[in-house]
């Protein structure tokens, strides 16, 4: 069909199209928040600590003596060639803190998506399939435990038990430091670092200090899996060409893998993307936790050392990733269903 | 029916899994309302309370006994149990506050920019879409960052700083509801009677798009209270001066870790885990008793008489007539 083949590009330009108004909106609200309303970043963040000829040397230097609008304007321009300002307390380029400590993030949010989707299909599955059975109240309990403790609690259960009682896992940090000294610095991804040095024995350590921050994280991603698989799969067990396929005389094990199943993990891509934003913020706390070396751990830092121009770029970065993100879901969505596209 | 046996009808009808839910997340609930209000009472001592009345220090890091039922903190010697109790307070009155103000700010904005359209409502839309796409704990982040530097770290600053990320919610919520019901037929009727659009939003519409708020708004609290202790986790929010947070103690318990030191940390987490599993547990006991796509209602069981006796019931029909 012509008219179908030709909205599928529309539907992805305008969505691309998107983009733009809603990264304006969000820059300009973070910029109210956290440029205008303190009033002076300078004096918030350093204020007790530098002469006042020091402050207004720094507030020179970053530009903010100049008016609000010419400020704005700045802003906008250097978040548009994805620059992001620098900090004030020590004077570091946003981007620098992306490209040193995005690495880390990126690490720790694939492995516990990966730990998320082995724990949460499968259980998700098996409690839509058994609905309102033993097995399926108990992983709905657990599926609401994992979402009610918060990630850093079960942070802090796994370092007292593996780390302090067992003294199996190291208890934070990305890698223990002869790791960090030994491997050679490429892609600022330690474990691919390692990878490509061929260094065995570091590229064990980094997964020994990989394993709990990665199933901390997974597991609070597990419970949001577990509970759409399950809604899913009860939804489409629903459908009347289940139905239809069990008068056919389909065997229940195939009739849940090949028929409702399938089905069922539609709407979980697109709630995949809703995710990201949970990933976030569960890495960023994760970090926190775990001491980690990504974004979150970076912004923890500068927040309490009251840095708003390292607040307001790497918020802002955040703010970015999730908006493109989010579209790129949606459209990789439309791809997948036709249904979304109309 | 009376507006008590209304409020309990759909409670009855649930059955099994839903009711055992709704009542095991409003005992738990209750426990924390319980703690909160008699704080003063239940607490041994003040949450920021390190001496005894007599002037004695209480020990550091004491296992759990004695005085102190689930020991003492490692970094300023407070009792732990203490800080669980009136910490129950300080959370219930952030949510009660956020939770009453993104409802009175996102539901009536909801239903005007629902109800009127236009560019009002496309404005609406897309900033309440940017706040929502934006990562919940993020948009607390900046708010309390910002007012704890501005206000100090109160319990009402993080309540406002909370509010700022559920408003969206409402809002969606009771819009697209007020979207869909706007061209229902009862509108239509009230309209052609000439009630003005102020009657129609308050009498009429109103009491029928605020049906799933209640719901979202347990889902809320359940989610606030979470986000609270993340704040005080990351060093925000709530200030250890002003009133016992649950992250803070979480986060000052994270070096005990390794000491072998549990109580500390193991304790307010609990807590955090049991008021949020209640607040969910009452949130999705709430959403499949009032969802009728998820309820199942109590069936009768039925059973069809046996093949052979109907054929002769049928057979002796037949000779008798």
């Known amino acids: 069909m012509a008219s179908a083949g030709g909205s599928l590009p529309r539907y992805i330009a305008q969505r691309l199209l998107l983009i733009i108004p809603m990264v304006f ?31 207004a040397e720094r507030r020179a230097a970053l530009g903010l003596d100049r008016p609000l609008i010419v400020q704005y304007l700045d802003y906008l321009k250097d978040v548009a060639t994805l620059q992001f300002g620098e900090t004030i307390t020590d004077n570091r380029a946003i981007i620098d803190i992306v490209q040193e400590n995005g690495g880390a993030t990126l690490t720790l949010a694939v492995a516990a998506f990966i730990v998320a989707l082995t724990i949460g299909l499968p259980l998700g599955m098996v409690a839509g399939r058994f609905r309102d059975s033993a097995g399926d109240v108990v992983i709905r309990i657990f599926g609401v435990i994992t979402y009610a403790a918060p990630v850093f609690y079960w942070g802090l259960l796994f370092q007292l038990f593996f780390a302090g009682a067992l003294g199996w896992l190291p208890a934070s940090g990305a890698a223990s430091p002869i790791t960090i000294f030994e491997v050679e610095e490429r892609t600022h991804i330690l474990l691919l670092d390692a990878i490509i040095a061929g260094n065995s024995e570091a590229i064990l350590d980094i997964l020994e200090h990989l394993i709990m921050p990665a199933c901390t994280l997974g597991l609070l991603l597990s419970g949001i899996f577990i509970r759409l698989v399950r809604v899913n799969v009860l939804q489409s067990l629903r459908g009347d060409y289940i139905e239809a396929a069990r008068a056919r005389g389909i065997g229940e094990v195939r009739l849940m893998r090949a028929h409702a199943f399938r089905n069922a993990l539609v709407p979980v891509v697109t709630v995949i993307g809703l995710q990201v934003a949970l990933l976030m913020s569960g890495a960023i706390l994760t970090e926190a936790t775990f001491n980690w070396p990504g974004l979150g751990n970076e912004l923890v830092q500068y927040i309490n050392n009251r840095d708003y121009a390292a607040v307001q770029g790497i918020i802002t970065l955040f703010a970015v990733v999730v908006v493109v993100v989010s ?16 | 029916m009376t507006w008590a046996s209304r409020l309990v009808a759909p409670f009855r009808q649930t059955t099994g899994f839903a009711r055992w839910i709704l009542l095991a997340g409003m005992l738990l609930v209750g426990i924390f309302v319980i703690l909160a209000v008699f704080a003063p009472w239940i607490a041994p001592f003040d949450f920021a309370q390190v001496r005894y009345p007599d002037g004695e220090r209480f020990p550091k890091s004491a296992p759990p006994g004695g005085d102190f039922l689930l020991g003492t903190t490692t970094s300023g010697s407070y009792d732990v149990w203490s800080r669980i109790v009136w910490g129950s307070r300080t959370a219930l009155e952030v949510v009660a506050i956020s939770v009453i103000l993104s409802v009175a700010i996102g539901a009536p904005l909801g239903l005007v920019s629902g109800y009127l359209g236009g560019s009002l409502d496309r404005m609406l839309v897309l900033l309440m879409d940017a706040l929502y796409a934006f990562p919940s704990l993020l948009l607390a982040i900046v708010f309390s960052f910002l007012l704890t530097d501005l206000f100090g770290g109160g319990i009402a600053a993080a309540g406002v700083a909370l509010t700022v990320i559920y408003v969206p919610q409402y809002f969606r919520v009771v819009r697209n509801t007020t979207v869909s019901a706007r061209e229902a037929t009862y509108v239509e009727a009230a309209r052609a ?24 708004g347990t889902l809320n609290a ?24 649950w992250g803070y103690d979480l986060q000052r318990a994270l070096d005990d870790a390794g000491a072998g030191i549990w109580w500390t940390g193991v304790f307010p987490g609990l807590a955090i885990v049991l008021l949020v599993t209640g607040l969910t547990f009452v949130g999705e006991g709430m959403n499949e008793t009032f969802n009728p796509t998820l309820r199942k209602r109590r069936l009768r069981p039925f059973t069809l008489p046996p093949r052979e006796a109907v054929a002769f019931e049928a057979g002796k029909g037949q000779v008798d007539l």
Do not use: C, H, W
Request: charge should be neutral; proline fraction near 6%; hydrophobic fraction near 50%.
């Open chain 1, 25 to 55: 909106l969000l820059t300009t609200i973070v910029f109210l928040l956290l440029r205008v309303a303190p009033g002076d970043p300078v004096s918030a963040t350093v204020g007790g600590r530098l002469s006042e000829a020091a402050q």
């Open chain 1, 327 to 342: 579209i790129v879901i949606d459209i990789v969505n439309a791809l997948i269903d036709p249904r979304v596209r109309y």
């Open chain 2, 193 to 216: 009677i000439g009630a003005p659009k102020r009657t129609v939003m308050t009498k009429y519409l109103f009491g029928n798009v605020v049906q799933n708020v209640p719901v979202i």
């Open chain 2, 222 to 245: 359940a989610d606030a209270i979470g986000t609270l202790a993340a704040l005080g986790f990351l060093g925000l929010g709530i200030q250890p001066n002003e009133a016992a947070e």
